[in-house]
């Protein structure tokens, strides 16, 4: 059953409150059939410099609004979404490809930010501090940094700009996304349902196109941009900072992972396999979060790949409205890419439990891989696939040295029943986040970020904020 989503279906950016359109337009395709969705306005660099004018020029306004007004305009964009929590979600579910269960899952997320940030925008507390005597006191003030840029990417793209946003508005900033051009209509209809609640015109405004590095050098240059906010690959996102330098602006990354998921032979198998189901195959593992390499203590190892194998074989896939468990990959090329890495690592001696073999297109079968060793390019790289990988470890030094064996430092995944194993291994692992006996770690009470070149700064929770907002110190004497 379908719902009718052409009311939300913007025909392109919202700047300033008004909808831009323009004669180049790019086309955006159902990522299951391949058919045409529909085209939108194809902004351009000058377009993003309106923008960034535009929310620069609302921010002198925006700013002087209380943490309540702020609140309540939060509350009402939230629900907006929830009211068209179906015309959102098989909107998604076209542009990007997951099944719709998952995208209504994904609406829910995102606007569970925006109810939490509506919450936290009224509780920006500074301090009172005794000074160095009796007539003197230390105010510490809490300031929004000023017009906030961000550049969002296709596997989340309504989560991900609502974490974004919301914060930015809570805090009393003005935002400039832009999505990828993958899936902008997401972005879109967040942007539209905004402006209904009342959002004034500049505080929120969404550029689309395919320029991504001129619309970027755009947001990172602009000495009006105070704080730039990218969540994408490392490659993209070390560029990005570099670019962000000259004018010193506040930037948070949140960039790829390569999660291990640990499993000592003392947990709970059952639980463990439903652990790796929902870690690995949610969005067909396009997410930064995915586990991609399943580390397995030998006495346990067969028990955990028998029960997971089952598993796997029984996923479906098709398209994304029709109820599978995987929907396609954002593209042809990503499958490929995904089916190198299969290549290669059987190649260079794992096993291949899983009979189906890719035939090209989008969807990938998925894949069980044993006998992956830590030398392989699969276990160093992040996967961005349906594709587990296995490897077995013998003790806890080892689960420990395997799984740090990466550049990357998003997520971890450990589970064990014992209780102090939890702790002291939690402690070994450099990664911002870890789920111990629970795969389910998004939150958005929870600080999300990594760590080493997974990135910095937190989304999300009390430490949201953080990012968005500046102290002043104000010294008061002589009275």
Known sequence: MTTNTTSLMMPGSLINGEWHESQSRFTVRDKASGAVLTEVSNAQPQDMARAVDAAHNAFASWRQTTGSERSKLLMAWYNKLVAHRDELA?????????PLAEAKGEIDYGAGYVRWFAG????????????????????????PVGVVGAITPWNFPNAMIARKA?????????????????????ALAMAALAEQAGVPPGVLNMVTGTDSRGMGEVLTQSEK??????????RVGQ?????????????SMELGGNAPFIVFSDADIEAAVKGAMLAKFRNAGQTCVCANRFLVQADCHDAFVDALSEK??????????EGPDLGPLISEQAAANVNNLVSQALEEGADKLTQTAWSGGAFYPPTLLTGVTGRMAIFNEEIFGPVVTVTPFTDEDEAVRLANQTEYGLAAYLYTQDYTRMQRVASQLDFGMVGINDAAISNPAAPFGGVKQSGFGREGSRYGLDDYLSL???CLGGY
């Not at 941009?225 to 490392?234: E, L, N």
């Not at 560029?239 to 930037?251: E, F």
């Open 472 to 474: 002043q110190y104000r």
């Open 312 to 321: 796997v074989a029984a996923l479906t896939q098709g398209n994304g409205l």
């Open 120 to 143: 936290e925008a009224e509780r920006i507390n500074g301090d009172i501090l005794d000074g160095l005597h009796a007539r003197q006191t230390v105010q510490v003030v809490k300031k």
């Open 90 to 98: 098989e909107l998604l579910c076209r542009e990007q490809g997951k």
């Open 239 to 251: 560029q990005l900072i570099r670019d962000c330098a000259s004018t010193v602006k506040r930037v």
């Open 166 to 186: 919301a914060a930015a508005l809570a805090a009393g900033c003005t935002f400039v996304g832009r999505p990828a051009s993958e899936t902008p209509l997401s």
């Open 225 to 234: 941009v105070a704080k730039f906010s990218f969540t994408g690959s490392t």
